[in-house]
């Protein structure tokens, strides 16, 4: 319990962490070695003190044995010169040695450290956007709250649970953000957790007065009324509800006034509830999206299956693959969209996110007005740029990019490395620039981006598909493996059927890179055609 509140009494806005730590697993990991380095420095200060009591104990059972005998005879005991000696030692001498050691802080150790630690932990935004990754896990696979917070998820090794409080806080989280439909979700669970009979420091008349009013922003004022009811039974003086009961009367009668007025002699009429609220980061094609995520939805006709293969491939008789072809799959036609196995070793995994690790920050998108790279709220991953020059790995993967596709990569962008963390998502997006972003890669001077090569860098245990709602198709993630697709038709027209997005990651972690390449050099690698479509 004690680390608890130090803990939550050291999560504060001032912290000097650097903020997204949600976003990425390998800065998760690293908060993981802090915490343990903490709980380690909290045994030996417990120990401390520990020894320091039995100390202090041990002076006392010696004295409480010697004033016990002195107070049966006092005089006597003091007629003794050893024991008038030893009177005016102790009470010279030793009574002041343990008045300085009950003084004594043992407590430098611990607080010296966490204050190290301490410019490393998250933040407030750290905190919330962990909380919204989570709605965004519940919304793109259908969980329910209890399911959550029982830790029922695919594929996980450490099962965990959230208690009532942990609940009431991700709906707080909600309902600052003014999203009223995840609040009533987590206040509700967060209630029938309590009235399961869970000890909690969270009491219900608290849930109630967040559920109440968060169903009352969504438009079901018959609910909140009978919450505010529910909460006023259990608080009959809370300020905030009577004042809520009131108006709530107010409006509702209101309302059934209108609905006589409106429906004449039907009078028993009654008020139909508005229609619930939905996610505040409601997308168009969302519904598309995120069935294809749950592996649901995918336009994949036996027919069109038939004419999707497996072959080796050489590289259009590159000397380097003619001896050791590589694994060529279809995982689509049109666009269509080529996976190769095996084409990445564990070894160059591991070196790439080595180089990849110390620089990983934010993942930036580019702004279509401006045409410079910026954060944006769709993009929930850190990422990193890596040079050919750096390292001769990078230098390998960047040419076999270009002997496999046959396109040139010294115009193309470096490689991006990126790694999603808790809910790491890139939503539904284009990578090439359309004609309404004219200044989008003026900057690079190198056209448009022609294709996008992805390496896939780790296993997902859930969730992390490579999804395209236009299609609806759905790629998933397998270490070792990399898809290849055009971004524009031969003529240089956009082909907008490569609209993708990168799904949530459920459960696990998942590392990519991948390689934009641009058009130009390519104009004899790729040379155009008379169509507008091919």
């Not at 509800?241 to 006589?260: H, P, Q, R």
């Not at 009429?269 to 592996?295: F, H, N, S």
Request: aromatic fraction near 10%; proline fraction near 4%.
């Amino acid at each position: 319990m004690i680390w608890v509140v130090l803990m939550m009494a050291i999560l504060l806005p001032q912290s000097l962490a650097h903020p997204g730590f949600f976003t990425s697993i390998g800065q998760m990991t690293d908060l993981i070695h802090n915490e343990k380095d903490l709980v380690t420095s909290l045994k030996d200060y417990i120990k401390a003190e520990e020894d320091k009591l039995e100390q202090i104990k041990k002076w006392a059972e010696k004295l409480d044995r010697l004033t016990s005998t002195a107070t049966k005879d006092p005089e006597g005991f003091v007629g003794h010169p050893v024991n008038a000696f030893k009177l005016m030692k102790r009470l010279n001498t030793e009574w002041s040695e343990l008045e300085n050691l009950i003084l004594k802080d043992m407590s430098d150790g611990f607080i010296s450290n966490l204050t190290i630690q301490r410019q490393y932990f998250p933040n407030d935004e750290d905190q919330v956007g962990a909380a919204k990754a989570l709605f965004r896990l519940q919304d793109t696979y259908n969980l329910d709250t209890n399911t959550i917070s029982k830790g029922n998820l695919p594929g996980v090794q450490h099962k965990s649970f959230l208690s009532a409080e942990d609940c009431f806080e991700l709906g707080k989280v909600a309902y600052t953000e003014a999203d009223y439909y995840h609040t009533e979700l987590w206040m509700e669970q967060a209630l029938t957790q309590l009235e399961e009979g869970e000890l909690s420091t969270v009491d219900k008349v608290s849930v109630l007065d967040y559920l109440s009013y968060a169903v009352y922003q969504q438009g079901d004022l018959d609910k909140a009324l009978l919450l505010t009811k529910r909460l006023l039974e259990l608080d009959p003086e809370h300020q905030r509800a009577n004042g809520n009961l009131v108006y709530f009367e107010y409006i509702m009668s209101k309302e059934k006034d209108a609905n006589k007025s409106a429906s004449g002699d039907q009078s028993d009429q009654k008020t139909t509830p508005k229609k619930k609220g939905i996610a505040v980061d409601y997308l168009p094609e969302r519904q598309k999206y995120e069935m294809l995520c749950r592996g649901e939805g995918i336009k994949m006709t036996p027919r069109r299956q038939k004419r999707l293969f497996c072959r080796y491939h050489d590289g259009n008789r590159n000397p380097k693959f003619i001896l050791a072809p590589v694994k060529q799959e279809d995982e689509w036609d049109k666009p269509r969209i080529i996976r190769f196995h095996d084409i990445i070793s564990d070894a160059e995994i591991e070196i790439v996110k080595d180089l990849a690790k110390p620089r990983l920050s934010r993942a930036t998108v580019h702004d279509p007005e401006t045409g410079k790279l910026t954060t944006a709220q769709y993009r929930v991953s850190k990422s990193a740029w890596l040079s050919g020059y750096e390292d001769p790995v990078v230098s390998r993967i960047n040419m076999r990019i270009q002997d496999l596709t046959g396109l040139d990569v010294s115009t193309a962008e470096e490689l991006q490395v990126a790694n999603y963390g808790v809910g790491g998502q890139y939503e539904p997006h284009f990578d090439f620039a359309r004609k309404d972003e004219p200044d989008a890669f003026r900057e690079l001077g190198t056209g448009n981006r022609i294709a996008t090569w992805l390496f896939y860098m780790s296993d997902v245990s859930a969730g992390g598909a490579t999804v395209f709602p236009e299609v609806g198709a759905s790629v998933w993630p397998k270490k070792g493996t990399a898809v290849f697709w055009y971004n524009l038709f031969a003529s240089g027209e956009g082909d907008y059927s490569t609209r993708h997005a990168a799904c949530p990651v459920l459960v696990g972690n998942k590392w990519v890179s991948n390689k934009w390449l641009h058009e130009r050099g390519q104009e004899f690698r790729r040379p155009c055609t008379l169509s507008e479509l091919e």
